[in-house]
């Protein structure tokens, strides 16, 4: 097994001014180690992984790392910044930089190495010999944990060192301790799980509090014992993807918050824990809840209970989303291949229930519409309850559910959805911060949060907040039908915009799910609006795909592979094949494809062209209105966007190698070596 750092792996001058270049520069050592294979693929990954959640860590840490099929052996370079370096860590600039590579396969005892190393960071003493090093040979030695580490002498600062209270003095006090059990994970799995388990266990010894952390990192996933969580007194779950079988903490206290925040602040995390296990706070967890509290509405998925209420709102509306989108793409498809079939006027047919003749074509295009429609009809309600699920969790499906479906009776439409599912979420999360009689807490999320919550939320939508939304709606639709000239331009434009910022993410989502809305009550204006969503949204991997056949020189050979696969992405409407070119070189392709999108977009309002599918990219255009303009205004954007990234990119590769430009883009040449 070849070793995980070496002295050529450790630079301690590194002059690097911000965390992209600092990232280069130690992946070039591992270029030149053999470690990494394509040093611009393996950077894609790596700020990929970095736009997920900042990398920088209390106390002077930097540790960007992904996994990567662009590294052949699990691998870490350090470097030491005299200046310090950006990584987004609340207490400012990072001295201390480790760059974790690991392989897509990396086996559990490689992993299991890097788990360790990220153990190790929480300890002042390791950090500190780190800062004190001076050859590089000895500080990879120190890394490797083949050199001990001096622990600091009280005596010689004049200072006791600081403890918490001993076990053994704890139990001859006849006392119990205080007992957590934790689970830590993120979504590689391979520094911050690990670091944020060494953080809460070692505040719980400061603390005299015991605790015990299940990893569910990528260095193995073991259980704790299950007699160990029955005597817990309470439960801390620090974690940026799903905890795995929640169940097993049903009935305890629980703090549910990020990852960082289990390295950051594991004492404040353990004093919440105390305070909730003291007013008897028990979280309502099952399997299928993402685990939040039930006794005050405080704790959140993902850390989001501290986030700022924007960035919440937005993740109960992207929940509600993406719940709706399978609905859409099945619904949708099936109503524009009946379409496809039997003709608009197909919508209009009997029943397939009375009127059904196995051999006619009609006969077959109005079963597939019925059932489409009957998967439409679902739109708003599923909208409604998963914007509820995403605020307080299963207790808020069936008052969500029960206010869409009074958005649709009312005509409230796609809005009174929006509106029903945050009325939802809220009622029950009001309902869960009363204190209740613990013999009630058992019934409270299946029988009680629901019964009150439906009855508030259906009189609220039937009496208060219905009608003026249904005439809001009206009003919205109304607007769109009579779109014309520039004011339909301009809509365009703000969509494509809006599409091919993000590529898949929030924006593109909230342009997506404007556009969706207008298909549960179509009108010629809202048949625009989707028809114009799809186009600019098709226009990213498409250019990108372009750029990469007509400049290859200008791509590495994996952004070249990812070319191929744009082709088909992009006509499949699939916005996301753009990521990995965005994620290595945002500057140049986001505003570029922006563009591209905006041209799309205004072109496609500008033509009249219309859709009734939600999805399927080019292989719907039979169902589009103007197909041949269409066309045109998704190849015009495509140009667009195309000629942009080209210019800048070659704008680059032309500037002075004195900022180290030349080996952000590279050549054939260089890439030969670097294989080699």
Known sequence: MSELITAEL??????????????????????AAHRVTDIDGFLADVAAREAQMPTGLDGGIGIPHCRSEHVNAPTLAFGRSAAGIDFGAADGPADLIFLIAAPAGADDDHLTILSGLARRLMAPEFTAALRAGTDPA??????????????PDPEAEGTEPEAGPEPEAVEAAGSVPFRIVAVTSCPTGIAHTYMAAESLAAAGRAEGVE?????????????????????????????????????????????????????????????????????????????????KDSGDGEAGRSGTDHAHFGVRLRTYLMSGVSYMVP?????????????????????????????????????????????GSAAFAFLVPVLAGYIAYGMADRPALVPGFVGGSIALTVNAGFLGGLVAGLLAGAVVMAIQRVPVHATLRGIMPVLVIPLIASAVVGILMFIVVGKPIASLQNALTDWLNGLSGSNAVILGVVLGLMMCFDMGGPLNKVAYAFAVGGLADPTDGSLKVMAAVMAAGMVPPLAMALATTV???????????????????????????????????????????????????????????????????????PLIGEPFLYLLAIAAGTLVATALVVLLKGARRAAPDAAGEAGATGSDDSRVTVAA
């Open 138 to 151: 000895a500080v990879a030695a120190l890394i490797r944990g083949e050199e001990p580490v001096e622990e």
């Open 211 to 291: 605790v015990t952390v299940e990893t569910q990192g990528s260095g193995g996933f073991k259980k704790l014992d299950p007699a160990v969580i029955a005597a817990a007194d309470a439960v801390i779950w620090a974690h940026d993807v799903e905890v795995r079988e929640k169940a097993r903490f049903r009935g305890k206290p629980l703090v549910d918050v990020g990852v960082k925040a289990g390295i950051n602040r594991p004492a404040e995390l353990i004093a919440e824990a105390r305070r909730k296990a003291e007013r008897g706070e028990i979280a309502a967890v099952s399997e299928a809840d993402g685990g």
């Open 327 to 371: 609905f859409v793409a099945a619904g949708g498809l099936l109503i524009a291949l009946s379409f496809a079939i039997g003709g608009y006027e197909i919508a209009s047919a009997k029943s397939v229930a009375d009127h059904f003749v196995w051999g006619e074509a009609d006969s077959w295009a109005a079963l597939l519409n019925q059932i």
């Open 551 to 621: 400049r290859k020189k200008l791509f590495t050979k994996t952004e070249r592979e990812n070319g191929r696969a744009a082709w088909v992405l992009g006509a499949s409407f699939i916005t996301e094949g753009a990521i990995p070119f965005a994620a290595a070189d945002p500057l140049r392709v986001i505003p570029s494809v922006m563009a591209g999108g905006a041209v799309t977009g205004a072109l496609s309002m500008a033509f009249g062209a219309t859709l009734r599918a939600p999805h399927g990219g080019v292989f719907v255009v």
């Open 10 to 31: 450790v630079d301690l001058d590194l002059s690097a001014a911000t965390k992209d270049a600092a990232a280069r520069s130690l992946a070039e050592r591992m270029v």
